[in-house]
């Protein structure tokens, strides 16, 4: 896998993208020379026209991103991949005819170059991808790799693994075994003396053991270790696979010895004048909406426009969020409680505002307040953090930075109503605060984008 800001992406994902942006560029530029013969450089250098071909590539890859071309866990079958290629296609032949509406300048050539890439394209990416699928299925592109451990924790591993083909691993040589815990290091020995004189040994071992005390084959380990294959933990793999931290089997000595994890002056100093620039614009940008917003609110149902709320934040320090109200007044007279999938005390209007995350623009003005920062952990009400602290190992930790508008469990994740679901979500937390950066801080900015536009995760 391949680390970028912070996140880990399939080796495969990344050929994919990579491919199909030298395919995209490669369709307009073969294009320009059709159309312009041999004015094909002159144009192109002089006329910007090489900077138009870059732009209308990033446009494509983008539509690509936000239609989910690169989430196979999202869109697998073949018809619905070449559907969402045309449907990226179609808005992208809108999107740049209006561009080239409002700008004439953009448009290569009257727009000619555009039209005959856009034909090139669409059978181009569709036999890209037919051919991607057929190099990645070649088991010489696959990773071998051996689970050393038994049970359920071991089968949970495998089935994961099995989950994602993307990631190109292919689980070899595993066998349950049934012998008590005393008699299996004898087991793992000959297991892995075995694996070493295979024509093809693995490229990696996971240690997957529920207890490694007395059970792990250390020298057998090492001597694999020194032919070149690689070792690694299970719950190291889990962190990249799935980008958080499992609370089961989480101890101190994970914070004490692991990378990550700090909280540098300089660093919060950065990501606190990003937090800031980015509210302010935000503001700025919606300013000319939040009078219609404030109009929807009044007559969707009777009460205040804005709904304040306390919250905690870092140091277990309480504040006011502000938010456009999207419930009925009396939503909570009987006691304080999550909010639900469909939830009766949200009105219509509120709904809506919801989904499209409208209700937390004025969130923004807590962020330049100093209550929160744009990206963070989200802030809970004070009446639920006891139960949480004493249900959640490690739940403390969240509030050690400011709390944010959006964050990587909110990208990741949703909205958690129950304590699993909230569980889950501290998981999510606790990755971002070990890998927390500001390039990982406009990561999740740039992912939140998506998450409002395909309205994901909100009750």
């Not at 138009?52 to 697998?76: A, H, N, R």
Request: hydrophobic share 45%.
């Amino acid at each position: 896998m391949i680390r970028f800001f912070n996140v880990y992406y399939p080796t495969r994902t990344v050929v994919l993208v990579l491919g199909e942006a030298i395919l995209v560029f490669a369709c307009f530029l073969l294009a320009a020379y059709v159309v312009l013969g041999q004015d094909t450089w002159l144009v192109l250098n002089y006329e910007f026209g090489m900077f138009k071909i870059v732009g209308v590539t990033v446009l494509t890859m983008l539509l690509s991103y936000y239609f989910d071309l690169y989430e196979p866990q999202i869109v697998s079958t073949r018809k619905e991949i070449y559907f969402r290629i045309l449907l990226v296609l179609g808005f992208d032949c809108f999107i740049m005819s209006a561009i080239m509406y409002l700008f004439p300048d953009v448009a290569l050539w009257r727009g000619r170059i555009y039209l005959v890439g856009f034909m090139f394209l669409i059978p181009a990416m569709v036999f890209w991808r037919r051919i991607y699928e057929w190099i990645v299925s070649k088991p010489s592109f696959r990773e071998r790799v051996y689970v050393l451990g038994a049970g359920d924790f071991a089968k949970s591993t495998i089935s994961s693994l099995q989950a994602r083909p993307d990631l190109g691993l292919e689980v070899i040589e595993w066998k349950e075994i049934s012998e008590p815990h005393e008699d299996r290091k004898a087991i793992w020995i000959e297991a892995l003396k075995r694996l070493g004189t295979l024509p093809k040994p693995p490229h990696r071992i996971i240690i997957a053991m529920e207890d490694q005390r007395g059970e792990l084959p250390v020298q057998e380990l090492l001597a694999l270790r020194f032919q070149g294959i690689t070792i690694e933990e299970v719950g190291t793999l889990r962190e990249r696979l799935s980008g958080k931290i499992q609370l089961d089997g989480l101890r101190p000595s994970n914070f004490l010895y692991a990378e990550g994890f700090r909280l540098r002056p300089s660093q919060q100093f950065m990501r606190r004048m990003v937090s800031m620039l980015a509210a302010a614009v935000g503001l700025i940008l919606c300013l000319p909406f939040i009078p219609i917003l404030m109009l929807m609110v009044r007559i969707s149902s009777s009460g205040p426009i804005f709904f304040r709320q306390t919250r905690v934040g870092a140091g277990n320090r309480n504040f006011d969020v502000i938010k456009f109200r999207t419930m009925f007044t009396n939503a909570e007279a009987a006691g304080a409680k999550w909010a639900t999938k469909n939830d009766p005390r949200v009105t219509r209007i509120g709904m809506f505002m919801r989904k499209t995350r409208l209700d937390e623009i004025p969130q923004l003005w807590n962020i330049l307040r100093g209550d929160m920062d744009f990206v963070g952990p989200r802030p809970e009400r004070p009446e639920f953090i006891p139960m949480l602290s004493e249900n959640l190992p490690f739940y403390y930790l969240r509030n050690l930075i400011r709390p944010g508008l959006t964050g990587w469990a909110q990208i990741r994740y949703g909205y958690g109503a129950t304590l699993a679901e909230t569980k889950e979500k501290l998981e999510y937390d606790l990755y971002y605060l070990k890998h927390m950066s500001l390039g990982l801080d406009l990561f999740i900015m740039f992912e939140t984008i998506k998450t409002i536009v395909r309205r994901r995760g909100a009750q």
